[in-house]
């Protein structure tokens, strides 16, 4: 079992995320904690009360985490392709509420990591400003995090916020620069690079949603995300469920370590991952960023699906 805690902007493609992290065998899920992002805070943490008590997963402490960037504030949210209620507009499809949240973010993870007794995989599939704030403030507990998974950042494809940035890292890139450059956690990274290669198409939500209500309401946000993530041909990203899978099955992506830098200046590449593919010049601290090439992406697909569905 992979002991497991999800920092989370739901956000539809987060929900598929934390559906996976509840319905996975192999998944320990022992919190989860609510950031601003693709909608603000309150709506973020609204929906992850949504999808915990839809999932039966009341028990799994909730925390309340960052409403705003570290420095600069928020210019623009993805309510474009999340809708404004953040689960494409069918929010009412998810529910019953779960708990009230357990107390603050930092607070909650830093329970989890001082009672565990083993390394817990902290996934991080939002902006990165509490993940940055948790080790600036608790750096005693950074090794007590096993191995952190982030989505976000693009390596070489460009942007889907500017033209070089990805929303995770762009929403507050100094935390991301923080975490991913500064800090020292084992990181694993998975860009856009990956998460625009594995998407899914009509016919394979149209499976998920004959699979049961909880697969129904996931399918069901297709019409707003659909139309805001579509990458052509009718097939959308699920990022934050391609991550969640690495985070709970280590080695499901083919991986690379790379150096990283997060361009946090006020221009055009604001928000931009640097990563030096030609490994020559020291940039920034090498992570693990998974990429399309050697991971089996059919495989990802397919165990998306299978345990999504709540297929044996
Ligand atoms: C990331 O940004 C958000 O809109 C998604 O939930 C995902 O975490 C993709 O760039
Ligand atoms: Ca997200």
Request: glycine share 12%; net charge negative.
């Amino acid at each position: 079992m992979t002991p497991l805690v999800i920092d989370t902007d739901p956000g539809v493609d987060d929900a598929y995320a934390i559906a996976l992290a509840a319905r996975h065998a192999a998944a320990d899920l022992r919190a989860v904690t609510a950031v601003f992002g693709n909608v603000d805070l309150a709506t973020t943490t609204t929906n992850a009360r949504r999808l915990l008590g839809m999932l039966g997963r009341g028990d799994v402490p909730l925390g309340v985490g960052a409403e705003r960037p570290l420095i600069h504030p928020v210019t623009q949210r993805a309510a474009d392709v999340h809708g404004d209620d953040g689960l494409g507009g069918v929010a009412d499809r998810f529910g019953p509420l779960g708990p009230e949240p357990a107390g603050r973010a930092l607070d909650v993870i830093a329970d989890v990591l001082e009672t565990a007794g083993e390394p817990v995989v902290l996934a991080a599939i939002g902006p990165l400003t509490d993940v940055a704030l948790l080790l600036a403030t608790r750096p005693d507990l950074a090794e007590r995090i096993g191995r952190l998974v982030v989505m976000g950042g693009s390596i070489g494809i460009g942007g889907n916020v500017s033209a070089g940035a990805e929303f995770n890292v762009w929403s507050d890139p100094e935390a991301a620069r923080r975490v991913l450059v500064e800090e020292r956690v084992p990181t694993t990274l998975v860009p856009l690079d990956l998460t625009h290669v594995v998407t899914v198409d009509r016919a394979w939500l149209e499976a998920l949603a004959a699979s049961g209500p909880v697969g129904e309401a996931l399918a069901a946000t297709r019409t707003v995300y659909g139309r805001g993530e579509a990458l052509g041909a009718d097939r959308v990203p699920i990022h934050d469920a391609v991550a969640l899978l690495e985070a709970i099955e280590p080695g499901t992506l083919a991986t690379v370590p790379l150096e990283v830098e997060v361009d946090t200046s006020l221009g055009p590449c604001r928000g931009m991952v640097l990563a030096d593919r030609r490994g020559r010049a020291p940039l920034g601290r090498t992570v693990d960023v998974a990429l399309p090439e050697g991971t089996d992406v059919d495989g990802v697909r397919r165990s998306l699906f299978r345990c999504l569905a709540g297929v044996p």
